[in-house]
């Protein structure tokens, strides 16, 4: 199992960016996609989540801005990061659940300048 993690950068406050997540090695159409994040100096929180049917949830900081969604026929899961602001500054992880194990993908680095 492996997800990569793509689409970081630096945008202002106020940009926009879109982060991809693609899996390999499992029945990616069959799992729920998770992103989480992880600003220095603090711990990993789960931000984003889209299930098998596609149904979609997120926390409470970054309803409204960001949406999340799937296209099965390229193995991939879209973050759309909207709105952004300097707090949104961090690592992103998308992450599932295969048979029992947590896998994780590298990160994606996003800086938010002010």
């Known amino acids: 199992v492996q997800l990569q993690a793509s689409g970081g950068g630096l945008v202002q406050a106020g940009g926009s960016l879109r982060l991809s997540c693609t899996g390999s090695?499992?029945?990616?159409?069959?799992?729920?996609i998770g992103w989480f994040r992880q600003a220095p100096g603090k711990e990993r929180e789960g931000i984003s989540c889209?299930?098998?049917?596609?149904?979609?949830y997120y926390r409470g900081s970054v309803k409204g801005r960001f949406t999340v969604s799937r296209d099965n026929t390229r193995n991939t899961v879209y973050l759309q990061m909207n709105d952004l602001n300097p707090e949104d500054t961090a690592n992103y992880y998308c992450?599932?659940?295969?048979?029992?194990?947590?896998?994780w993908g590298q990160g994606t680095l996003v800086t938010v300048s002010s």
């Open positions: 889209i299930t098998v049917d596609g149904t979609t």
């Open positions: 090695g499992f029945d990616f159409e069959d799992y729920v």
């Open positions: 992450t599932t659940l295969w048979k029992g194990g947590r896998y």
